[in-house]
T-cell receptor, first 113, second 114 residues
């Protein structure tokens, strides 16, 4: 079954710590995306990548970093510079044009210890 | 502008029809999407429509688009308890600067009562 796998499902961060959220897809999609979801709000775009070894900042990139070394993988690091990291993080992918729907993983919930 | 607005809450009785409304502001040709999110889960694509269409029907789901008023609606016929979820409207922007970008509404919490 093709899909998007996010791990872990729950993650806890200590003060001053960087944490990395995993996103893997086996849909052969070119484009991958990271969103942040806060209660009562829509999704906000953190970073996106249209192709391997390239990525662009979204609307709320400060305090986050990404890499795209492989087509199927797009990990997100929440750095200590992100002062309010508690949120639900969603990864998505599509075939790489604005015309194609994005498909989502099941999310990672990040909390502060 | 890039704003998508939805009402925040809808209560519906089981077996009735649900109608979830959404307005958007960008006038470019675009795709408009409806996603469903159950508690603690990711977003599930329900259906989508291109902005040159008026209507799309898929089993119990009917999407209506009024391009003049920039108004989109999702009708769920014979609503079931399994339809309780948050429903997000999203607009896909086709401009070069917004390549593949989805602009989401805040979501409508639908509660189905027996």
């Amino acid at each position: 079954d093709g899909g998007i796998t996010q791990s872990p499902k729950y993650l806890f961060r200590k003060e001053g710590q960087n944490v990395t959220l995993s996103c893997e897809q086996n849909l052969n999609h070119d484009a991958m995306y990271w969103y942040r979801q806060d209660p009562g709000q829509g999704l906000r775009l953190i970073y996106y990548s249209q192709i391997v070894n390239d990525f662009q900042k979204g609307d709320i990139a400060e305090g986050y970093s990404v890499s795209r070394e492989k087509k199927e993988s797009f990990p997100l690091t929440v750095t200590s510079a992100q002062k309010n990291p508690t949120a639900f993080y969603l990864c998505a992918s599509n075939s790489g044009t604005a015309l194609q729907p994005q498909h989502f993983g099941d999310g990672t919930r990040l909390s502060i210890l | 502008g890039e704003d998508v607005e939805q009402s925040l809450f809808l209560s519906v009785r089981e077996g009735d029809s649900s109608v979830i409304n959404c307005t958007y502001t960008d006038s470019s040709s675009t795709y408009l999407y409806w996603y469903k999110q159950e508690p603690g889960a990711g977003l599930q694509l329900l259906t989508y429509i291109f902005s040159n269409m008026d209507m799309k029907q898929d089993q119990r789901l009917t999407v209506l688009l009024n391009k003049k008023d920039k108004h989109l609606s999702l009708r769920i016929a014979d609503t079931q308890t399994g339809d309780s979820a948050i429903y997000f409207c999203a607009e896909s922007l086709m401009t070069t600067d917004s390549w593949g970008k989805l602009q989401f509404g805040a979501g409508t919490q639908v509660v189905v009562t027996p």
